[in-house]
């Protein structure tokens, strides 16, 4: 049975995606022009994103694997 996905609104700039045993989160990071969402796992940043949806299908895929 394949596990379904479960996001989590931890505040406006916060989310968190559990899927089996995985935890991973996507943070907004404000930093000017360089503001990016970071696919975070563990304290270690795997990604940054400009566009959440994109954010999401990257944590997604990380979460997968």
């Known amino acids: ?12 700039r916060h989310y968190t ?3 089996a ?9 404000s930093a000017g022009f360089q503001s990016a969402w970071a696919i975070v796992v563990g304290s270690r940043v795997v990604e940054r ?3 959440f949806m994109q954010a999401r299908g990257v944590a ?3 979460a997968s694997r």
């Open 17 to 19: 995606l559990n899927l």
């Open 1 to 12: 049975m394949t596990e379904k996905p479960i996001w989590t609104q931890e505040s406006s």
């Open 21 to 29: 045993d995985r935890r991973v989160e996507v943070r907004y990071e």
């Open 60 to 62: 997604l895929a990380v």
């Open 49 to 51: 994103c400009q566009e």
